[in-house]
């Protein structure tokens, strides 16, 4: 599997269908065709990327 962001290769499993990378720092989850990204917050917290033409292309990518 690869970061649909950054397409690099360290990635981990945070948990059932959640996915952490190592090398760009953002979390994402997968489901069939449809991926969703967040950036982690100082706090912790999750926040998803809202920009819809970014969305477009990583769900884009996630589909290669």
Known sequence: MN???CSGRA????G???????D??????SAMDKVVVYDL???GSLVAW???AI???VNEAAME
Not at 16 to 22: A, D, K, L, N
Not at 24 to 29: A, S
Request: proline share 3%; hydrophobic share 35%; net charge negative.
């Open 24 to 29: 760009c720092c953002v979390e994402f989850t």
């Open 50 to 52: 809202q920009d819809q």
């Open 3 to 5: 970061c649909p962001v």
């Open 16 to 22: 059932v269908g959640q996915f952490y990378c190592w």
């Open 41 to 43: 917050a100082e706090d």
């Open 55 to 57: 969305d477009g292309a």
């Open 11 to 14: 990635i981990g499993k945070v």
